[in-house]
């Protein structure tokens, strides 16, 4: 594996062969790899074993990693105790976001809108460091809604958090923030027609006993694209391991997924980031994803270019990552979505000063 952290790389990759060889339909093909993981990591002690807990953490997967640990055979019945003790913490820690999060919703409603829990909720049964929502309301409304009935108060906004409609709260007893989006999603708010196409087509799901309006699959993976090869240039475990489970389980339509990625401009990063999961599902479990002809054909590039840094599955800038915007600028101008067209070439002006910022200052948060 490329990397330039060889710690993080082999955590990276023990979790990866931990999480994709334990997928239904590969776990009789990959049982031996898997139980040897397994074993290593039971083996760990100390801070060693807390560093991977914590690293699992980072990847939003530690829930359900320990469930692995928990099952899978080679621990003894203490290890397997230990894990389950951990996992139930790490349960609890995941049940009171839940509930607070159903509290914020209910509010929100108030507004007469839909409210979509967005990405936070794909790791289920992890979940975000953040609880993500979108709803088309007014943002005044919101903030007086949140302040007055939850107590929350209002952090400060940087400039691509106005430029993107988006606001954060931090509500009294509740550790995770609440960032909310809306009317628009993207860096630069550049994302109009996208968020009306998450409403139309979003589902209900369960989750610990809560219900929330969430994205549909092909949106959900749409989303993931946007925040990781558009924003971020880096890909958790968790987005390999949750799109996984979506394209194995039969769960997308890869014609509405095209369509949805195309209503923002995001094809080809869509295609490239299912390219790389299915890379890496080669690498770990010896079984690509089954993707369409139409995705293989608009990737960009797969997982021969990514390369584990201090904590995540980076994609370099260039010229990866600044094809792919470049791409999407382009489109965005041929649709004549000139408004959108004007908010994306604000991206590396944004891009640029937080860079010096973060020289000057060692934070970016007020820019970025």
């Not at 330039?4 to 082999?10: F, T």
């Not at 790490?90 to 509290?103: F, I, P, Y």
């Not at 550049?190 to 006993?209: A, C, D, H, I, W």
Request: charged share 20%; glycine share 6%.
């Amino acid at each position: 594996m490329n990397s330039r952290n060889p710690k993080a790389a082999r955590m990276f990759e023990s979790l990866a062969i931990l999480h994709l060889c334990s997928q239904p339909e590969v776990l009789d093909a990959c049982s031996d790899p898997l139980r040897s993981e397994v074993l290593k990591i039971a083996a760990m002690r100390g801070a060693e074993f807390s560093d991977f807990l914590s690293f699992a953490d980072v990847q939003r997967t530690q829930v359900r990693t320990l469930d692995i640990l928990a099952s899978a055979p080679g621990p003894t019945e203490l290890q397997r105790s230990t894990f389950q003790q951990l996992c139930g913490v790490a349960r609890g820690r995941v049940r009171q976001a839940l509930a607070a999060l159903s509290r914020v919703v209910t509010e929100l409603r108030r507004t007469g809108a839909q409210v979509l829990v967005i990405k936070s909720l794909d790791h289920w049964p992890d979940i975000g460091s953040d609880l993500d929502l979108f709803i088309e309301a007014d943002g005044t409304e919101v903030c007086r809604i949140l302040t007055e009935t939850l107590h929350a108060n209002i952090e400060p906004q940087s400039w691509g958090d106005k430029l993107a409609g988006k606001w954060n709260f931090r509500i009294p007893g509740l550790e995770p923030l609440v960032e909310i989006h809306v009317n628009r999603l993207g860096q630069t708010g550049e994302q109009e027609q996208l968020p009306k196409r998450l409403l139309q087509r979003s589902v209900t799901g369960e989750f610990g006993g809560f219900e929330f309006q969430v994205p549909a699959p092909e949106e959900r993976i749409a989303l993931a694209t946007l925040q990781r090869m558009y924003r971020h240039f880096y890909v958790r475990l968790t987005d390999i391991v949750n799109i996984t489970r979506l394209v194995r389980g039969s769960n997308v339509d890869f014609a509405e997924l095209q369509q949805t990625a195309n209503t923002g401009s995001l094809w080809p990063g869509v295609s490239t980031l299912l390219q790389i999961v299915s890379d890496y599902n080669t690498r770990y479990a010896d079984a690509p994803l089954d993707l369409s002809t139409d995705v293989r054909v608009a990737a960009r590039f797969g997982d021969e270019v990514t390369y584990v840094g201090e904590r995540f599955l980076r994609v370099p800038m260039v010229p990866q990552a600044t094809s792919l915007y470049v791409r999407q600028w382009a489109r965005t101008g041929a649709e004549h979505k000139y408004e959108a067209l004007f908010r994306l070439t604000l991206l590396p002006v944004l891009a640029a000063a937080a860079y010096v910022n973060l020289q000057l200052t060692g934070n970016d948060k007020g820019i970025w």
